[in-house]
Nanobody
Framework: QVQLMESGGGLVQAGGSLRLSCAAS????????MGWYRQASGKQRELVAT???????NYADSVKGRFTISRDNAKNTVYLQMNSLKPEDTAVYYC???????????WGQGTQVTVSS
């Protein structure tokens, strides 16, 4: 059974930083591409960052240069370092295994990020 557990969210002022973590279980983590998504209130969920099993990364234009995705295969964990946060980054953040650009499994509970202006 695949489980994805996000953590690290919180309330931060604009310009601040947060580091999100996603612990995965039930999968061969080191072989999987992973992605971070976010869903703002009233909006569709969007993919913001991806990392392949070999460590190649890609970012949505809205977060490029501010967010960094990384992984620790020994801990089955993917991270999202978020710097220079903006109020428009406010959302619930989720991780998932990627198959292409499609989320492969059911969503975890997510972690709320709120950026105040």
């Amino acid at each position: 059974q695949v489980q994805l557990m996000e953590s690290g969210g919180g309330l931060v002022q604009a310009g601040g930083s947060l580091r999100l973590s996603c612990a995965a279980s039930g999968i061969m983590f080191s072989r999987k591409a992973m992605g971070w998504y976010r869903q703002a209130s009233g909006k569709q969920r969007e993919l913001v960052a991806t990392i392949t099993n070999s460590g190649s990364t890609n970012y949505a234009d809205s977060v490029k240069g501010r967010f960094t995705i990384s992984r620790d295969n020994a801990k089955n964990t993917v991270y999202l370092q978020m710097n220079s946060l903006k109020p428009e980054d406010t959302a619930v953040y989720y991780c998932n295994v990627l198959m292409g650009l499609i989320a492969a499994f059911s969503w975890g509970q997510g972690t709320q990020v709120t950026v105040s202006s």
